[in-house]
Every structure is written in structure tokens, then in C-alpha cells.
């Protein structure tokens, strides 16, 4: 199909072409490497306020309570964000979906 009027994430569902061609894989290391990134900062972070540090076991500092309210809005953020990058992508499929299919029903009664 005409992947280009199909919204993201969908748009790499539907079309053969950019699984293919890398985009799939390149959009999955791209979120991975932001989210590398983000744990990182909040694990330099809670090493700064000594909560962590390189020689801890690693995963303890989620058993501290800073550690826990820092993991867990790490977390809390980047579900948040997903969550609502498929509630607009899927709205926006739906709504095309929707004229298209009025599309079809004027056609037909003509």
C-alpha cells in the first residue's frame, strides 16, 4: 500500500519495503540508544548523590528509595511517551481509515 498516508509506527507494519530497507531496525536503535541514554544519566545521577556507584552490585540502586523514585519515573516517563506517540499514530490511522471508507461508500452511490 501507500505507506506514506499510514502513520507511524503502522506505517512500518504495512509496508515490506521498509522493513527491507533498514528503517525498521534503524527507528529500534534510535529509541534504544535514547533510552540508553536517559539510564545513564539517571544512574550518573544517583553515583552524584551516592546512592550507586561503580563497584555496587548491579540493579541496587532501585532498592534504595531515591533509587526506586528514579528508576520508576524513568520508567513512568518513557511508558508515558510511548503511550501516547500509539494513541495519536493510531487516532490518525483510524481517522484515514474512516475517510477512505466514506470514499468508498459516495463512490458507490454514484
Known amino acids: 500500500g501507500d505507506s506514506s498516508s499510514i502513520p507511524w509506527p503502522w506505517s512500518l507494519i504495512d509496508d515490506p519495503a521498509s522493513s527491507s530497507s533498514g528503517e ?41 528509595p531515591l533509587g526506586a523514585i528514579a528508576w520508576g519515573s524513568q520508567f513512568s516517563a518513557v511508558a508515558l511517551l510511548e503511550a501516547s506517540v500509539l494513541h495519536v499514530s493510531t487516532s490518525q490511522a483510524i481517522a484515514r481509515l474512516a475517510r477512505e471508507g466514506m470514499d468508498e461508500e459516495d463512490e458507490g452511490e454514484e
Not at 31 to 46: C, G, R
Request: glycine share 2%; proline share 7%; net charge negative.
Open 24 to 64: 525498521w531496525y534503524r527507528e529500534a536503535e534510535v529509541k534504544h540508544s535514547a533510552i540508553a541514554v536517559l539510564a545513564l544519566a539517571n544512574w550518573l545521577l544517583l553515583w552524584a548523590l551516592g546512592e550507586t556507584s561503580p563497584a555496587a552490585e548491579p540493579l541496587s540502586s532501585p532498592s534504595t
